[in-house]
């Protein structure tokens, strides 16, 4: 928009003089807008013929006068368009060359044919032609004022038409006028001034608009005062009126300067409006603004509020952070492309201009679209941005910073994938279910063993309609339970068959899912397959309670029997006869023909024995070559019977070995239970003792037990002085050995700890093997004295036995009678410091049996030594399903696994799958196991192929004493690696 400045003009245009100064906004799409209002009114409803014209004759705007002047209802576009005469064109632009160069030019012709429409049938007619300047006195357009040559007293009614025109505008208007000479005093004001305000003009008249403002000169003052003393026009300047009293009204004003004939600067007229409700709009809005922004500085995030036209309107400085501009780069009113465009250029520098163009496409799409959540990453930093629509159709864009959230999120997925790849490489079934009982997560294992190939077949789908039909019904009412009450079904067992229709048997736990509020929401059913470890259980239990040879119940079971049958008796009366069976000549089976031959004689023994007795007769190892017998519903006399004639069945066989042939007899001892005589542990010895009488009366017989039997009572009394297990002590006749236990490494075995073993030597020098003292130690309870003896000369000796070797650890075994001890812990604390010997270089052995029978001190103790650093280990490991099940409970660190299962590994599959299943499950308890009768090299080479720890046995070394030539011995004799096979 251009200020435009006329020259003067000779004839009056409605009620403005030749000197008045008139402004035009010229547009070529708006040509009749003129500004400001009143003028424009006077413009198009002067009777004057008025226009503006460019240079090259295009009319830019025109009166109405003007337009009805032509035959037409509207000007021509160009003057060059209507020639009344030939030259016309050539005059016209002429003239307008002559105004260009700053001077008026007049045309005149006659010709009213042309001009049917004008008012006045004037032939004569005249276009004067004056400049119009701009702010730099340059000249920009033509202003053409075309006038009729007719009489005075018309142009006296035209002009006073006008007046009355302009007089019914200002007095219809509701602003009022006024007018200030060229020393820029006020001169005069309409009548509006004073019928709104009741101020009285002659208060103003005389004075300059700066004196009667309240306003400080500020730049906007400064600004207007520059523009007053320019002579330009202006437009819209706001000031506050003095009403008095305090009252101020807010007035803008309009004004034009007018001028002279000869261009000599008069003075402004202009207009003026009460603003004062708009600036108390303007004022709340501006509060209203600031409160908003103050609150968007409190936003977490970013916003942007962008108008219908996709201008900016407002944002806060959050968002100028985030994406690192400034605020130039940003400005009010400026359409959003420009600031995509210019966020695109560190995100697309290397583009081109059509992708820049398609990117800022795409996101002006999105801000226009719907409000739908995008996530975009900036700086490092990730945001969400939404798009609101508002009611007057503009936009507000906001961003969160979620970087935290999304930080989270990638935790969440990680962890679900971590947490999908463990379940999926559980062998175990899986899978969890909605409160409906539809399925929401399945393991891999679950969907192979429905058939299944993915999640999707089965996600939505009732998990009812996967259960097999014979158990449907229970496993859908137990899922019913645990969605109903919220409480978990733990280890339920139940059996179903395969897609091969073979049974098995499985374990389920079944955990409600909870909502932050404690909502049943779901379940997670568990499923194990228990089929192998109810067989293994079964076997190991069977393994337990039987002897593995002859497949007879074994010690550990025939006592629960006679402990059952005893408290029976005791409590509801009866009788039962215990046998006690021993057979003669064994031992020269073993030591001719060797262990495979005594462990052949057994089992066809056992098939003899049993054949003689009846199904509610009892028949069970004891251990080596003893046998026990329980007789439920017999006479003493009656079980004398069938024991004599389990001799004579005995008597007649003859074992033939390799051409070797055999003869074997027994011995069996009987006692009556009765309600007297009915404690399991007493009847047990006497059992013995009778048996001991048999041998002693000639061997081949049964005895009873008779309290009167002077035979009994000197055995009695025999074995308390064949024990002589105080004197020995006292008298220093104990003897330590020790066996070393090689570990296995790549290259083949070396020296890693050594067992110490007891002999006890007899008062005539000679040694004595355990199995000669050590039985009557456990049963006259004397093995606590034993062990303890054992200890101290242990720690004793070991600093000078082992100097050599500092870290060859030593293995102690200790009786169960021992673990009853509660001042053990501390008597062992208390050596292990006065010797000086490293408690982890210390390892105590417990049997199974021992360990079990004295769960609690055994736990109690184990945790008293371990806490210092010393180990343990369980002996006799897999001789009973005890092992399994108590070893996750008792924190050892070497398994001895039972020599039974060893000794006959190369020939006895059974043995190998369990030296193989213990030493796995020693691996993976992180429990290093120890294989005990290693015998044979060949049997050494296949328990390394297994992967056993450690190997023990005469395969490797031989026990040997230990003093100080037992490492020297062990070191150059027999312990010398072997090549691993």
């Known amino acids: 928009m251009n200020s435009l400045s006329i020259s003067p003009i000779t004839a009056h245009i409605g009620n403005l003089s030749c000197g008045d100064e008139i402004c035009f906004a010229v547009s070529h799409k708006h040509p009749n807008t003129v500004i400001p209002s009143a003028v424009r009114c006077v413009v198009n409803q002067t009777a004057d013929r008025l226009a503006i014209v460019d240079w090259q004759g295009e009319l830019l705007h025109s009166s109405v006068a003007f337009r009805k002047a032509w035959c037409h209802h509207q000007a021509p576009d160009s003057l060059c368009e209507l020639t009344p005469v030939g030259s016309w064109s050539s005059d016209i632009l002429a003239a307008l060359n002559t105004v260009r160069a700053g001077e008026s030019a007049t045309l005149s012709f006659q010709n009213s044919a042309l001009f049917a429409n004008s008012e006045s049938p004037c032939d004569a007619q005249q276009f004067v032609f004056s400049p119009l300047f701009d702010d730099n006195g340059q000249t920009l357009a033509a202003l053409i004022r075309w006038d009729e040559q007719c009489d005075l007293s018309s142009m006296h009614s035209q002009l006073a038409l006008a007046h009355q025109r302009a007089a019914d505008f200002a007095s219809a208007s509701s602003d009022w006028q006024w007018e200030m000479d060229s020393e820029l005093r006020y001169t005069w004001f309409s009548d509006r001034l004073s019928e709104f305000y009741g101020l009285n003009p002659d208060d103003y008249i005389g004075k300059k608009r700066t004196e009667l403002a309240k306003e400080k000169l500020d730049q906007h003052w400064l600004d207007h005062v520059a523009a007053l003393e320019a002579h330009l026009p202006f437009q819209n300047f706001d000031y506050q009126l003095d009403l008095g009293d305090g009252e101020f009204r807010w007035c803008r004003i309009n004004g034009v300067p007018y001028f002279d004939k000869d261009g000599e600067f008069l003075g402004y007229r202009g207009t003026g409006t009460d603003i004062t409700n708009i600036k108390q709009i303007e004022r709340e809005a501006e509060a209203a603004n600031a409160r908003f922004m103050r609150a968007m500085d409190h936003f977490p995030g970013a916003f942007l509020l962008i108008d219908p036209k996709k201008c900016c309107v407002v944002y806060n400085?959050?968002?100028?952070?985030?994406?690192?501009?400034?605020?130039?780069?940003?400005?009010?009113?400026?359409?959003?492309?420009?600031?995509?465009?210019?966020?695109?250029?560190?995100?697309?520098?290397?583009?081109?201009?059509?992708?820049?163009?398609?990117?800022?496409?795409?996101?002006?799409?999105?801000?226009?679209?719907?409000?739908?959540?995008?996530?975009?990453?900036?700086?490092?930093?990730?945001?969400?941005?939404?798009?609101?629509?508002?009611?007057?159709?503009?936009?507000?864009?906001?961003?969160?910073?979620?970087?935290?959230?999304?930080?989270?999120?990638?935790?969440?997925?990680?962890?679900?994938?971590?947490?999908?790849?463990?379940?999926?490489?559980?062998?175990?079934?899986?899978?969890?279910?909605?409160?409906?009982?539809?399925?929401?997560?399945?393991?891999?294992?679950?969907?192979?063993?429905?058939?299944?190939?993915?999640?999707?077949e089965v996600l939505g789908q009732p998990a009812a309609d996967d259960y097999n039909s014979e158990v449907a019904r229970e496993l859908i009412r137990a899922d019913e339970e645990v969605l109903e009450r919220g409480s978990a079904i733990l280890d339920r067992e139940h059996q179903t068959v395969d897609a091969e229709g073979r049974p098995r048997w499985m374990t389920c736990n079944k955990l409600p899912l909870h909502d932050p509020s404690g909502n049943t929401v779901g379940m997670v059913n568990w499923e194990r397959d228990i089929t192998d470890a109810r067989q293994l259980a079964e076997q190991l239990r069977y393994q337990a309670n039987h002897d593995t040879l002859t497949k007879l119940p074994n010690r550990l079971s025939f006592e629960s029997f006679l402990n059952r049958r005893c408290s029976e008796i005791a409590e509801h009366g009866g009788s039962a006869v215990l046998g006690y069976l021993d057979l003669d000549q064994f031992k020269i089976v073993n030591d001719t023909a060797g262990h495979a031959a005594g462990d052949k004689l057994l089992q066809q023994v056992t098939l003899r024995i049993a054949s003689a007795l009846k199904n509610d007769e009892i028949l069970a190892r004891l251990g080596g070559d003893e046998f026990g017998l329980l007789f439920h519903r017999k006479s003493i006399e009656a079980a004398k019977q069938v024991s004599e004639s389990i001799v004579e069945l005995l008597e007649d066989y003859r074992f033939d070995w390799n051409g070797s042939v055999f003869s074997i007899n027994a011995s069996i001892g009987l006692v009556e239970i009765n309600p007297k005589n009915c404690d399991p542990a007493i009847v047990l010895s006497q059992a013995d003792m009778a048996c001991y009488s048999a041998k002693d009366q000639g061997r081949g017989r049964a005895c009873v037990y008779t309290q009167t039997d002077t035979t009994h009572t000197k055995r009695h009394t025999d074995l308390q002085a064949a024990a002589g297990i105080t004197e020995a002590i006292e008298q220093d006749r104990l003897v330590l050995y020790a066996q070393p236990i090689a570990a296995v490494d790549p290259s083949g075995v070396s020296l890693s700890h050594v067992e110490i073993l007891l002999r006890m030597q007899d008062k005539n020098g000679e040694l004595v093997q355990p199995g000669g003292f050590i039985p009557a130690a456990e049963r006259y309870g004397l093995m606590n004295r034993v062990d303890r003896w054992v200890i101290e000369r242990t720690l004793d000796l070991i600093p000078s036995v082992l100097s050599e070797a500092q870290d060859v650890g030593v293995t102690i075994n200790l009786s169960g009678q021992t673990l009853t001890d509660e001042s053990l812990a501390a008597r062992v604390h208390e050596q292990l410091y006065r010797s000086g010997v490293e408690p982890n270089r210390i390892c105590f052995e417990l049997t199974e049996t021992a360990a079990i029978s004295n769960l609690a001190l055994a736990d109690e103790f184990i945790g008293a030594m371990k806490k210092i650093g010393c180990n343990f280990a369980l002996d006799d490991f897999g001789s009973g399903l005890s092992s399994f099940s108590y070893i996750k409970n008792f924190p050892v660190d070497y398994l001895k696994i039972d020599g039974a299962f060893v000794k006959d590994i190369l020939t006895d599959p059974t043995d190998q799958v369990m030296v193989s299943a213990i030493n796995q499950m020693g691996q993976v308890l992180g429990v290093k196991t120890i294989a005990e009768f290693v015998e044979t090299e060949d049997i050494q080479k296949e328990l390394i192929k297994i992967g056993v720890n450690y190997l023990q046995g005469y395969g490797v070394c031989r026990p040997m004493p230990f003093d100080e030539n037992f490492f020297k011995a062990c070191k150059y004799l027999t312990i010398q690696p072997k090549k691993a096979a």
């Open 317 to 456: 400085a959050k968002l100028l952070e985030m994406y690192r501009l400034s605020p130039s780069q940003l400005q009010p009113g400026e359409h959003i492309s420009r600031f995509l465009y210019t966020v695109a250029g560190p995100y697309l520098e290397t583009s081109s201009e059509e992708d820049k163009k398609t990117w800022v496409e795409r996101r002006l799409n999105w801000i226009n679209g719907s409000s739908d959540l995008s996530d975009v990453q900036l700086h490092g930093r990730w945001y969400r941005a939404a798009s609101h629509r508002l009611p007057d159709e503009s936009r507000l864009v906001t961003m969160l910073d979620i970087t935290e959230h999304k930080e989270t999120e990638l935790a969440v997925a990680n962890e679900r994938l971590l947490l999908r790849s463990i379940i999926d490489a559980i062998p175990d079934k899986i899978h969890a279910t909605d409160q409906a009982g539809r399925y929401t997560l399945m393991n891999a294992a679950e969907l192979k063993q429905l058939g299944y190939n993915t999640f999707d």
